[in-house]
Structures are given as structure tokens and as C-alpha cells.
């Protein structure tokens, strides 16, 4: 008997053979990437189990935010300078002037609470820049605003188009003692 040699059959197995072990090579000269993406994927599920937590305690978050925000609100109400400045910001932004400095003059005395007087008394110095028009407008509105201000009469000088002006301010809030004093 003579064997018959099928030589396609053979280059099939081969073939089969080479695909076989260049996929176990592949996947051996692979394993340090697989090893790598696993570690990257367990630690981004560790990442994302801490970000839920985050995710959670969100809303507790913003409940704190928002009652310091009215405790701000109440205490911002409260002080007349701090009124004074925002409304000082707000006309600042509608008659496109700019806030250059505002500070406490030099001569300013510390303001004591007394029972003397009805208001405790606060100077302020605001030097503002913008057009002669802008800064002699939010001037006025001022000493219109919502709070008790005397405007002193303001120093204008001419600055490369436009005018700073240094504008002495009085702000008067109610004396807390004084009214103590008078119930």
C-alpha cells in the first residue's frame, strides 16, 4: 500500500498551525498591555465610585451655599457701606465709569458708636473715570441712592480724554445705641 500524500491537506494544517501559534505569541507579547489596561480600568472604577459619592453630596452642598448666601444677603442689608458700594458697582456699570479707589481719608476718624447722635457717620473717598457726563451723572444718582449720603463736592482733573473725579462721601447708617437709648 502506498500512502498517499495530500499535500493541500497538509498546507491547510499548516497553515493552521502557524495561525495558531502566532495568536498564543500575539497574546503572550500582549499580556503586560492587558495587565496594564485592567489596572487602569480598576482604577478608574475606583475613581468613579468616589466621584458618586461626590455626586451625592451635592445637594447638601448647594442647600449650605444657598443659606450662606441668605446669611451674606441678610448681613450685606444690614451694613450701609456695603450698600453704599454695591450701589456704588451697579451705577458704576450702568454710566460706564470706572471704580478707581475707594479708601477712608487720611483726616477720617474712626467712627465710634455713641449714644449721642441719631447716625454713625462713615467718610469715604471715591475717585471715579470716565466721561465729564458718566462721572458728573453717577455723581448725582449718588447722592439720590437709596442710602443716607452726603456727596461733598468732587475734584475733577482732565486724565487723557477722559475725567477722574475724587468725591468725598459721608455715608450715615442709623446709631443702633441711639435707638436703644430712645426705646
Avoid at 500500500?1 to 497574546?27: F, P
Avoid at 483726616?107 to 458718566?134: D, K, N
Avoid at 439720590?144 to 456727596?151: D, E, L, N
Amino acid at each position: 500500500m502506498t500512502a498517499r500524500i495530500d499535500v493541500g491537506r497538509i498546507v491547510k494544517l499548516a497553515t493552521l498551525l502557524v495561525a495558531c501559534a502566532a495568536g498564543v505569541l500575539i497574546y503572550l507579547a500582549r499580556t503586560p498591555e492587558i495587565d496594564a489596561a485592567s489596572a487602569r480600568l480598576a482604577s478608574t472604577e475606583s475613581m468613579l465610585r468616589s466621584g458618586d459619592v461626590a455626586i451625592a453630596e451635592i445637594p447638601a452642598m448647594r442647600k449650605s451655599r444657598d443659606v450662606l448666601a441668605a446669611r451674606y444677603h441678610d448681613r450685606l442689608a444690614q451694613n450701609a457701606e456695603a450698600s453704599f458700594l454695591g450701589e456704588l458697582g451697579r451705577l458704576a456699570i450702568h454710566e460706564h465709569v470706572t471704580i478707581v479707589r475707594t479708601s477712608a481719608p487720611d483726616s477720617a476718624i474712626p467712627r465710634a458708636a455713641t449714644a449721642a447722635g441719631a447716625f454713625v457717620a462713615t467718610p469715604l473717598s471715591v475717585e471715579l473715570r470716565g466721561s465729564y457726563r458718566h462721572v458728573l451723572t453717577t455723581i448725582s444718582r449718588l447722592s439720590a441712592g437709596s442710602a443716607i449720603v452726603r456727596v461733598d463736592a468732587p475734584n475733577v482733573t482732565r486724565v487723557e480724554g477722559d475725567v477722574d473725579a475724587t468725591v468725598p462721601v459721608v455715608i450715615y447708617e442709623p446709631n443702633a445705641m441711639a435707638q436703644g437709648a430712645l426705646q
